[in-house]
């Protein structure tokens, strides 16, 4: 299984990961605030083209209850970080294997729950994944109040349309949502359905 390389070879398949990250503090946890998120998008169509000369292209689009959840987007080639997979923060890693990529999960530093790393689904050329995941973060100095956040990745190998991200079903989901206000019945992650 080969990692994938930062720079694009010719012919090789382009990655394209769009994030949508709901975030909100505790004042964000009641009924109403979460009808809100609820009625936030999951997807949406990429800004433009993905740069045909970068081998990973991300589109983060960060949606903050301290922002009113008014939308922050970015959208380009992955940074170059040495000794760093592109998606490694938003924890996902790719390797290549026979013309499939295989899309895994790695942990995410100071979230709750940790999830073990591990492979989430493979996708064939053309084909799109989504990866749904909640986490729970605290400052590293353990003195601030909890954060919550919400995560829908969804993952395009070979898939170049803009379009394609808001009205193409993926191959392959991945439902890995819990409870994160610690009621003790999270439940459990759902396998991909392919």
Known sequence: MATVSKVRE?????IVVQRIAVWWSAAGRGAAEAARRSALP????????????ARTTLHDVVLRDSADYRPHAEFGPAPD????????????????????LAVCRT???DAFPQRRPGELFALERGTLGRYRANFRFVSLSHRSEWWYAQ?????????ERPG???????????????????NGGGRPARPARR
């Open 10 to 14: 010719r012919g090789a398949p382009l």
């Open 107 to 109: 942990s995410v530093a």
């Open 164 to 182: 394609a991200f808001a009205d193409t079903a993926p191959a392959a989901e991945v439902d890995a949502l819990v409870s994160l206000y610690g």
């Open 81 to 100: 970080r040495p000794g760093r997979p592109a998606a490694a923060h938003w924890g996902l890693r790719f390797a290549e294997r026979g013309g499939v």
């Open 42 to 53: 999951r997807v949406l169509p990429l800004p433009g083209a993905p740069d045909p000369d």
């Open 151 to 159: 995560w829908t990745l969804t993952v395009g190998y070979g898939v």
